[in-house]
């Protein structure tokens, strides 16, 4: 069977920037990653608990800077790997300029989140704190923009981790829900406040809506048309001539006839 052949919906040069888009968020994301599992490996050579947060503790506050980079197990970190590899290559490609900025304030809440709700005398470590931050991000982007690409990504990022709408809120123990709530409140807020830095991104109308704008545009024409054939109202109709009133004439009197 010979299905017809249809034009791609964008130009070479957008396919080509939307592809170096993507390349440039997947690259950077996958570098973060790489960077976790450095980290990871150099863990048992080093006291690394002076970098988790401690909550509500002025030396946990390094914690901050340093909880994100340390994971407790192969588990852990491997579960946060491929999070953070999908959700920032997501974020990324649709939002590249909100992501960047976004990401030092999803850091900070994720760090936030556990220093100010966790127990005294815990510890708190991971980066799953950065991936509820971008998918709240993207998810509530998607909400404030409603442009076409804001919800796909909206979507993309709901199917994949709609379940991180519920782990904001103690469910297992050992898991730092403080940390994934502080990241959640930041990416809503970044979201916010960076809703319009990212222009729209341009794409080709679609044959409908085409049709839609020429039959609007027809008929717009036949109204102009009509207008100018129909003849106007007398009021419209400006007064060209002025007739002079006539003079006044003079009464003459008779002499009354005799009988």
Do not use: C
Not at 15 to 33: E, G, T, Y
Not at 74 to 88: C, D, Q
Not at 161 to 179: C, D, F, I, K
């Amino acid at each position: 069977m010979h299905l017809p052949h249809h034009d791609l919906p964008d130009s070479p040069q957008q396919r080509r920037a939307d592809a170096a888009r993507v390349w440039r968020a997947f690259n950077a994301s996958l570098a973060f990653v790489l960077l976790l599992l450095v980290v990871f490996a150099l863990q048992h050579a080093v006291d690394w608990r002076p970098f988790a947060v401690a909550p509500l503790s002025a030396k946990g506050l390094l914690g901050l800077l340093g909880a994100p980079l340390l994971h407790g197990s192969p588990e852990h970190i491997g579960a946060n790997a491929v999070s953070l590899l999908l959700l920032g290559t997501l974020a990324g490609t649709a939002y590249p300029r909100a992501t960047v900025r976004a990401f030092p304030l999803l850091w900070l809440g994720s760090g936030l989140g556990a220093w100010l709700l966790g127990e005294a005398g815990s510890l708190h470590l991971g980066a799953s704190g950065l991936g509820h931050g971008l998918m709240f991000l993207v998810f509530t982007l998607g909400l404030l923009r409603r442009d076409r690409a804001a919800i796909a990504a909206a979507m993309l990022a709901f199917m994949f981790y709609g379940g991180m709408l519920m782990t904001v809120l103690p469910r297992e123990p050992g898991v730092s829900w403080q940390a994934h709530l502080g990241g959640a409140v930041a990416g809503v807020l970044a979201a916010w406040w960076l809703r319009r830095l990212d222009p729209l991104l341009p794409r080709r109308k679609y044959s409908w809506e085409l049709e839609e704008e020429a039959a609007a545009a027809a008929s717009a024409a036949a109204e102009a048309e009509r207008a100018t054939l129909e003849p106007p109202s007398p009021g419209e109709v400006p007064v060209l001539w002025q007739r002079e009133p006539p003079e006044r004439g003079t009464v003459l009197r008779f002499p009354p006839r005799m009988h």
